[in-house]
């Protein structure tokens, strides 16, 4: 059993060929490098600890589907999450945030609806199997790239 440090991850997930956007505390958050000269947060994190926690951040806006309730998107985001529940993660939070005009912080443009899942890991190889499957997967129900 491997119990590596957030700087062990970030150098095993660099020698597998994978980018780190950022660590913060305990959390090493993979990079999603959508163009030589753009990259972001993929969405997929590794929690160092007893065993590592690999966690999945999905996403849904509001405005893609303005005329559902809350609990239908949310229920569209646990649909677009079914392929990480299959391999194991599972349901950890669920949250709301708004998306604020950048010109006029009172304005709200839109909703971000977050799902949040995560999977333990104990060995190294499995890690990286299975930040390679998350960043796999789509994250939002718009593409990025």
Known sequence: ?????????????VEAGLEVYRTTGEEVIV???VRDNLI??????VRAGDAME???????RRGQYPNESDEQVFTRLRQLAAPAMGHGFTEKQTGMAPVNDPADAKRTL????????AKEEHERSAMLELV??????????ESRH
């Open 31 to 33: 990079a999603d490098r």
């Open 40 to 45: 972001l947060d993929s969405g997929v994190r």
């Open 132 to 141: 390679r499957f998350a960043l796999g997967l789509a994250k939002t129900a």
């Open 110 to 117: 839109d909703t971000f609806f977050e799902l949040v899942l």
């Open 54 to 60: 690999v966690k999945l951040i999905m996403g849904l």
């Open 1 to 13: 059993m491997d119990q590596l440090t957030p700087q062990e991850i970030k150098q095993t997930l």
